[in-house]
């Protein structure tokens, strides 16, 4: 059976303005997912799963849906405040959702095979899609085994100054043993520095793995999510901006020894749109990728 995408779309993308992942960045229009779908389509994987807000399913549909349905199985499912598990509660005057792992859990219907989880307004690039598709071709029929595409910190810079990146810690075997956030990251004189908790910069190498949120999972992993979202909403659930994050529930499950989780290292380039500044230097990175050859001019 071939592994399954799951793109999650739901931000509407406010710092951004209006719905991101709709916007067409390629020349003929093409959003970032559909160069995600493209690499994935050709690394092998077998069906597309979006979760998106019920509140623009019909434009989600008439832009991206429609355009792959004679390409690859795609699904939809949908990311709501309300969706928590029965008996739980949570503050009612919470506007958004919980959070990337809670996005996850809205797949459990609907996948029930390895399955690699990517953000919608990412450009991941498609040696990580092939990467990905191998080490979950591998897992098909087993369980606890997981992988996160690790991105050397060098290759996420922006143009436009810091970022914050989750740094990864791995052991002697590339296994992940915990993601520390780190913020201010940036280039200075040929030398990649972070600003440490005591605000002192500390150079890191170009090659240190980040998590840029590609994660690889086996089915288990919903069983999982939905029990520690349940000891989530237990204690955070009455919090206004709680947020159930996917590192959150895959380090509890490190720590406890349930699962293994293989950082496997790409030579691609990540770029994405945070904000709207940055959507000429992805128009430009885009159209760099096409004369190249990377890409064709039309995707589909």
Known sequence: MKPTLFVLAAGMGSRYGGLKQLDGLGPNGETIMDYSIYDA????????????RGS???DFRAVVIDKFKDLIETDVVFQEIDKVPEGCTYIPEREKPWGTNHAVLMGKDAIHEPFAVINADDFYGQESFAILADFLRSVEGKKNEYCMIGYRVGNTLSESGAVSRGVCVVDENQLLKNVVERTHIEEKSGTINYVDE?????????????????WGFTPDYFDYSLEYFKEFLATEGQKLKS??????????????????CKVLDTPSKWFG????????????????????GVYPKKLF
């Open 56 to 58: 623009f399913e019909k």
């Open 243 to 260: 947020e159930f994050y996917i590192p959150l529930a895959v380090n509890n499950l490190i720590v406890e020894g349930k699962v293994t």
């Open 198 to 214: 005591n605000g002192k910069e500390v150079a890191i190498v170009a090659t240190t793995p980040v998590s840029m949120n590609m």
């Open 41 to 52: 389509i050709k690394a092998g994987f077998g069906k597309i799963v979006f979760v998106i």
């Open 273 to 292: 749109v945070t904000y709207a500044e940055d959507r000429p230097q992805v128009v430009i990175k885009i159209n760099e990728l096409i004369r190249n």
